[in-house]
């Protein structure tokens, strides 16, 4: 007698009954390792999960003078094994988006430097310019500090977007979709 598909009884909008549809499994789930033919495998993924373990704590008392005290503590517990299979990680812009803020602040005041120093010493001399080269130097390399910092900030802004919106997602998909085996180390996916 051939196997019948097991059916999945779908609602529809409105609670309207869909006829049966066949479940279709969206990945295969391997049965034994591909490399050694043995049953102990598991998915990266569980087998992370497994081995990390995230814990907190606090205290709090009274001191022998009645004063009261506390504190907390916390952290992050991980297996060998499970740091070896940590997924990859979402590159954050957070500190890059400072250094750009800082970096327009930068110029702006070494620009401020150069052209108030400039407009304070015509004044003071009547029109004509001193030689008050220290305080536009200053200026310039401020600014130019300033702005190849920010340049150096945009461009890692744009590397770090590219890997999140191009390699991130395949990368991503890779490691929720890949198996281990637990007696020879293999890293699969099916």
């Known amino acids: 007698m051939a196997q019948q598909q097991p059916r999945a009884r779908v609602i529809g909008s ?13 990945l295969s789930i391997p049965t034994v390792c591909p490399v050694c033919k043995e049953k102990q495998i598991q998915r990266v993924s569980m087998a992370y999960s497994a081995g990390t373990t995230t814990n907190a704590g606090s205290f709090f008392g009274v001191g022998g003078d009645g004063e009261f005290f506390g504190g907390g503590t916390g952290g992050v517990s991980q297996t060998n094994l499970a740091s070896a299979l940590a997924p990859p990680v979402y590159k954050s812009g957070s500190v890059d988006s400072i250094v750009i803020v800082l970096s327009i602040v930068g110029f702006i005041v070494g620009v401020g430097m150069i052209l108030t120093h400039l ?20 200026g310039m390399m401020v600014a130019f500090v300033a702005a190849v910092m920010g340049t150096i900030a945009v461009l890692s802004m744009f590397k770090k977007n590219r890997y999140n919106t191009q390699e991130y997602p395949v990368l991503r998909r890779r490691w929720d979709t890949e198996w281990i085996c637990h007696r020879c180390g293999a890293r699969f996916t099916p």
């Open 14 to 26: 409105y609670g309207n009954a869909v006829p049966p549809q066949p479940v279709r499994s969206v």
């Open 119 to 138: 407009g304070a010493s015509v004044i003071v001399n009547q029109g004509q310019r001193p030689d008050n080269g220290d305080m536009r130097f200053a």
